[in-house]
């Protein structure tokens, strides 16, 4: 047991499948139970977003609130960071007042492992996503999602499409899908916005839109992350759009029962049209619910991991 989820690379099959067993007894098929547990009653759970989030913040709001943590839900624009105290000082400050697991997102990728190994190292810690590194829990949401909506992870084909360049999303479910065995995982994106070394990392880029989706069973798109982009990468959104975007009419080569997935948030008519992302095959909203579920299973695991550090055990 870790007091630590930093990134997905980090955890084997077997502890993937635990977290997704355990996500699942809280959400069977992708519905929350509407109940209160009070696993976490002894647990206090910082929220610490030093970027913006709408769905990883408030799943793990819900997640912790579920399991009857104390929450705080700490406000970056508000608080000391702003008249210049260091991450550093916020954490050890924090800390002093009693926070267990820490819940970090951060514009710098490793961040989150600077604090776990030399701010905090006896607190727990969960990535929420940092830079253009890692984003364990989302991974996690999504290998949760293909194996409830395809009852299975490997002998599949996924297509990522997107900016692969700048998304932690993708290389973090890049890593859960070749843990579970998935057969054939594949990218596509403009040269300009993917990432050196897939093709070593057992990834088939493809250059063409239809090569990426054809015979698929799932394919994910990523929003195109113009805040990580120091330069122009693209002539314009309608040119990438009309390359890239996915459509109900360029999965026509998919499989019929194909879904589609995206971590959010959705930018509609640059990364994905309306139709698609409302229609069908969209697996998008199951994609929060899962998170709500999956962020309980790792809450319960890092508490486990708290309370033995507690205890002198850990
Ligand atoms: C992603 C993120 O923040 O990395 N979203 C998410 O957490 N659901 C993807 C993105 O910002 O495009």
Not at 133 to 161: E, F
């Amino acid at each position: 047991m870790t007091l630590h989820l930093l990134d997905l690379d980090d955890l084997g099959a077997a502890e993937i499948s635990q977290i997704l067993n355990q996500a699942e007894s809280f959400a069977p098929d992708g519905k929350l139970p509407s109940s209160q547990d009070d696993q976490l009653s002894d647990i206090t759970v910082v929220n610490l977003f030093f970027e913006g989030s709408t769905r990883t913040r408030t799943t793990f709001e819900l997640a912790a609130e579920r399991l009857s943590a104390t929450l705080i839900n700490f406000d970056v624009a508000t608080s000391s960071t702003s008249k210049g105290e260091t991450l550093r000082d916020t954490l050890l400050t924090l800390r002093a007042s009693s926070a267990d697991i820490f819940v970090l997102r951060h514009g710098y990728s490793g961040a989150p492992r600077f604090v776990a190994e030399k701010v905090v190292p006896q607190a727990g810690l969960i990535n929420a996503g940092d830079g253009s590194h890692a984003h364990p829990t989302q991974a996690l949401l999504d290998l949760l999602t293909i194996r409830q909506l395809k009852g299975r992870c490997d002998n599949l084909t996924v297509a990522i499409v997107g900016d692969l360049l700048h998304s932690r999303v993708a290389r973090s479910l890049i890593h859960g899908l070749h843990a579970m065995g998935t057969a054939d995982i594949r990218a596509c994106a403009p040269l300009t916005l993917l990432p050196d070394g897939l093709a070593q990392r057992g990834v088939k880029v493809c250059h063409r839109l239809e090569d990426a989706v054809r015979d698929a069973d799932v394919v994910i798109a990523l929003r195109l992350q113009r805040e990580r982009m120091q330069t122009h990468r693209l002539p314009s959104t309608d040119e990438y759009f009309r390359h890239w975007g996915l459509t109900e009419q360029k999965l026509a080569g998919a499989k019929a029962d194909a879904i589609v997935m995206h971590p959010g948030p959705i930018n509609r008519g640059q990364d994905i049209s309306s139709d698609l992302a409302d229609g069908r095959r969209s697996a998008i909203l199951r994609q929060i619910a899962n998170g709500v579920a999956v962020r309980m299973a790792v809450l319960v695991r890092i508490a486990e991991a708290v309370r033995q550090q507690r205890s002198g055990s850990g």
